[in-house]
């Protein structure tokens, strides 16, 4: 649309064509109060809060449903909409209850806001209170209904935004009441979208409710640490006796990857960091072989000694180590070099999720063809194969959702079973069983599998395609679809894995033969000459390792947060001979026979970086505190130390000529600090004066991972960077083995051991199998 000129409040302003004056006057800074408005979602124009006054029309117009056009003049501000306004709050206040002092909203209600502003002191309407009991819709939600201003925020994003429709409107007039479409309980995904949305105290959260202020917490921005969408979100955080407390989880500021979206992972899903099931002191076995707690500085001692001796002994091959999902890239990266250089060993594996490796073999070279959330947030035609992102990738499946709503995206789904996203799709094609490997010569031109060219025709007729594919995809499938996109102009990729950072431990090299940025370890160019010690032949994968072990050829395992006993499958007996020491945050089934525990900090009690399965690079932040715990980037240096090896050649910190600006961390100045830390990290010269400082290892990451070229002041800012797997040389690569892939196939309401230990998640995966056998019996 060409751009028009209009005035407002005297000021001349510049929009396309058609925009709505309160999102033209938002952009320009002058700020239209409204309840009913919400960005992104359809217009109701129900609370007429957005009144100005329009030169040559009689009546005040709302902002909300005014389009702009060249010429036009409006007022925004005057004692005439000031009153309008004053009175519109006086109607909403005649029922709402005046409890702002116990009201969970109290501090950040609009309606609040709105009442200070323009004062709605003396009321000429006299009605009583209409009381009505508090209604529990879910563990997730609850309504008080007398609070409640009839905005149809809720309503409209549970089913536009979210495409749930478990919301509705019961009764008419002054009678209407927002309730639930199933009966009396919430028959949905339990996004917390609603209670997000809602601009008053009239949908609270469970979690949440009647436990503090919002001027109590601190509000700290990180990375949510369940799946690999890789959602930006705010805690709210409060002092506690032992360190302490998350109480509640949002990204109202909608800053990050994912705006104001969170799913019930990442809204109810912090609970376990304050689990009473939490480690917080080193265990040991001792002589009758029970796990007893012990110190720091004995636990360390004694797994240090016992992996020098083996090392020593039995060479470097004898141990084995397992790592993270959930670690940092720092720590994932610390953990490989440990591995390779002070273990002398290759033997490292992690528990993969997704075959990345296969990707980054195939896109290799062609720059440009991996793609980013952001771009699937805008991509004109996207085509979707296999994956469930609804219940797996709840970011993806909104995204994907607004893109259709909002843009007229296309979006197309193939599928061997049925998806709620074919519901926004243009067309959806099933496969037969075993049809993904079939799609890509449906795709060149071939029908022996496949019929319907109907769906092909249709999808090579985009000038521009985004693929989003699915586990379902392993090494050949995935070269195979990846080389029939390279081979059309203007074809992009995103490959589906689980975990916040399943990607980031691939890319970091937790992987037997290949080196971080997947450089094979048998042509590791630099790294042979950094990395000194480490062995040129490829190590043992997770399965070998436990073979060896029961071969009595496996002296010591390392596992750093992961699970590898939690499915059943390994019998315990094979590591009866094997020295077994674990990194976590609970005594899992594999610290459980652990000779050695060491409690370790969770994603939200540690600072690094992680990367979703998109290949966005984000800044988690250390939001919580707990005691006795150490984030297991510590424990390794710590490891490291003990075993004598030279700490400085394994984390560059304190080099000559780099300072650090302490002084005006605290007091009046407290602010400069963070200035002064995205000035100094754009610069390379942030402060690098401790072993334990994980983004030390940014700089050595950045020099030996080519993809990893950070723009740093972009991330120190809390923006998300891609990484771009195409600069990894194409000759390098080795095997993917796509056997040892295991997706995790997390739902809405499950996160593998985290999700264990969230009753927060339990609670809501019982409620929601309430819902649906109670479906099914009606």
């Known amino acids: 649309m060409a751009d028009v000129t209009f005035t407002v409040d005297g000021n001349k302003l510049t929009a396309p064509a058609g925009t709505l004056l309160i999102e033209a006057c938002r952009k320009a800074g002058i700020e239209i109060p409204a309840f009913c408005y919400y960005p992104g979602l359809s217009l109701q124009a129900a609370c007429r809060m957005c009144v100005v006054r329009q030169e040559k029309v009689p009546k005040l117009q709302t902002a909300c449903t005014t389009t702009v056009a060249e010429g036009q003049v409006f007022t925004t501000d005057s004692p005439e909409i000031a009153q309008a306004r004053k009175a519109t709050i006086e109607l909403l206040l005649g029922n709402h209850p005046l409890d702002c002092p116990v009201c969970d909203a109290g501090g950040e209600c609009e309606l609040q806001d709105m009442t200070f502003k323009y004062g709605a002191g003396e009321s000429l309407m006299v009605d009583a209170k209409r009381h009505r009991d508090e209604q529990q819709w879910s563990p997730a939600v609850f309504y008080d209904r007398p609070r409640c201003i009839l905005c149809y925020r809720c309503t409209r994003m549970c089913g536009e935004g979210m495409d749930v429709w478990a919301l509705g409107i019961q009764n008419r007039g002054v009678v209407s009441v927002i309730a639930p479409n199933e009966g009396e309980r919430l028959d949905c995904e339990q996004c917390g979208m609603c209670i997000d949305v809602c601009p008053v105290g009239a949908l609270t959260s469970g979690s949440y409710r009647y436990k503090t202020r919002p001027w109590e917490m601190n509000h700290v921005s990180t990375v949510c640490t369940h799946c690999g969408d890789g959602c930006k979100v705010t805690l709210g955080v409060r002092q506690a006796n032992d360190g302490s407390e998350i109480v509640r989880a949002d990204n109202r500021d909608k800053s990050g990857i994912n705006g104001d979206f969170l799913c019930a992972k990442g809204r109810f899903g912090f609970d376990f960091v304050d689990s009473s099931e939490r480690l917080t002191t080193p265990l040991a076995r001792n002589a009758q072989g029970k796990l007893e707690a012990v110190t720091w500085e004995h636990a360390f001692r004694l797994v240090g000694a016992k992996l020098k001796e083996i090392r020593d002994t039995k060479g470097g091959e004898a141990i084995g180590v397992i790592g993270s999902n959930h670690t940092t890239n720092e720590e994932n990266y610390l953990l490989q070099k440990f591995a390779r250089t002070v273990l002398q060993t290759n033997n490292i594996d992690h528990e993969r999720t997704t075959d990345y490796v296969a990707f980054a073999r195939a896109v290799a070279g062609h720059d440009g063809r991996a793609a980013s959330l952001r771009e699937i947030a805008s991509a004109p035609a996207i085509l979707l194969i296999g994956g469930d992102p609804t219940n797996e990738h709840p970011l993806l499946a909104w995204t994907l959702r607004t893109n259709v709503r909002l843009n007229k995206a296309r979006l197309y789904v193939a599928n061997e079973k049925r998806i709620k996203l074919e519901r926004q799709a243009k067309a959806a094609l099933q496969l037969p069983a075993g049809g993904y490997a079939a799609f890509s010569a449906y795709l060149g031109g071939s029908d022996n599998s496949i019929k319907d060219s109907t769906f092909r025709a249709a999808v090579l007729g985009e000038e521009k395609l985004l693929i989003i594919f699915g586990q379902e995809y392993r090494d050949s499938a995935v070269a195979d679809l990846v080389q029939w996109g390279l081979g059309r102009p203007n074809v992009r990729f995103a490959y589906l894995g689980d975990y916040a950072n399943s990607r980031g431990a691939a890319d970091m090299g937790l992987l037997p033969d290949l080196l971080p940025g997947y450089v094979p370890i048998n042509a590791s160019g630099t790294f042979a000459q950094e990395y000194v010690g480490m062995p040129t032949t490829p190590g043992k994968t997770q399965p070998e390792m436990f073979v060896a072990a029961a071969k009595g050829e496996l002296g010591a395992l390392l596992v750093v947060g992961a ?138 990451i950045e020099r030996l991972v080519p993809a990893y070229k950070l723009d740093r002041l972009n991330l120190f800012g809390g923006n998300d960077i891609k990484i771009e797997l195409g600069f990894v040389p194409v000759s390098a690569l080795g095997s993917a083995h796509p056997e040892l892939v295991k997706p995790a196939h997390n739902g809405l309401f499950t996160s593998g051991t985290l999700g264990h230990y969230s009753n927060g998640l339990k609670d809501l995966e019982r409620h929601q199998a309430a819902e649906v056998a109670a479906s099914a019996a009606d």
């Open 563 to 700: 699970n590898p006993l939690s499915n059943g499958s390994i019998d315990l007996s094979t590591l009866k001979n094997t020295f077994v020491v674990v990194q976590d945050i609970f005594l899992t089934e594999t610290a459980a026979i652990a000779d050695v525990v060491f409690p370790a900090a969770s994603l939200y009690e540690k600072t690094g970086t992680v990367t979703n399965t998109f290949g966005d690079l984000q800044l988690a932040r250390k939001a919580a505190d707990r005691a006795g715990v150490k984030s297991d980037f510590e424990i390794l240096v710590r490891l490291a130390g003990s075993m004598g090896a030279d700490v400085k050649a394994l984390v560059p910190f304190g080099k000559v000529g780099v300072t650090a600006d302490l002084g005006q961390s605290r007091g009046a100045q407290s602010g400069e600090a963070d200035r002064h830390a995205v000035w100094l990290s754009a610069n390379g010269l942030e402060p690098k004066l401790s072993p334990f400082d994980p983004l030390a290892l940014l700089d050595e």
